[in-house]
């Protein structure tokens, strides 16, 4: 199964990965700095979540495991495994137009609401990754 064993991790890219669906127990990691911020991951079997100086970025349900996780207002994007299908959200702009792709293939646009949630969800696999762009159109 591929899962990230450290709970979040900084990759030799610049990018992050966090998460481990395997968990039975919820278990977290505060303080983690990265590149002047800090992040909060909480992860077990059920949810996994990410959190930035305070504020929410990213979450699934069930649980997942998130690799190489970058984000500059306009693409995000990341690879994700969990052992079944996932609801994912993330935080973005509000009131704006994304077009999300799955595994290089559109699955759509979607508007994020006035908080700016986008909500989507995924074929998670355990030891593949399946992976996810998000682009603002």
Do not use: C, W
Request: glycine share 8%; aromatic share 10%; hydrophobic share 35%.
């Amino acid at each position: 199964m591929k899962t990230v064993e450290s709970l979040i991790a900084k990759e030799k890219d610049g990018t992050l990965s966090f998460g481990n669906f395997t968990l039975a127990q919820k278990s977290k990691v505060s303080d983690f700095a990265h590149e002047g911020d800090l992040y909060k991951v909480k992860t077990f079997n059920e949810i996994t979540k990410l959190e930035k100086n305070g504020l929410f970025v990213y979450e699934s349900v069930p649980g997942t495991s998130v690799f190489n996780f970058s984000t500059n207002g306009d693409v995000t994007t990341f690879s994700v495994t969990g052992k079944e299908d996932a609801q994912i959200t993330l935080e973005l702009e509000p009131d704006k137009e994304y077009e999300v792709f799955i595994d290089s293939s559109s699955a759509g646009r979607v508007k994020t609401n006035l908080g700016g949630k986008l909500v989507f969800s995924v074929e998670a696999k355990e030891d593949t990754a399946t992976s996810v762009k998000i682009q603002k159109v």
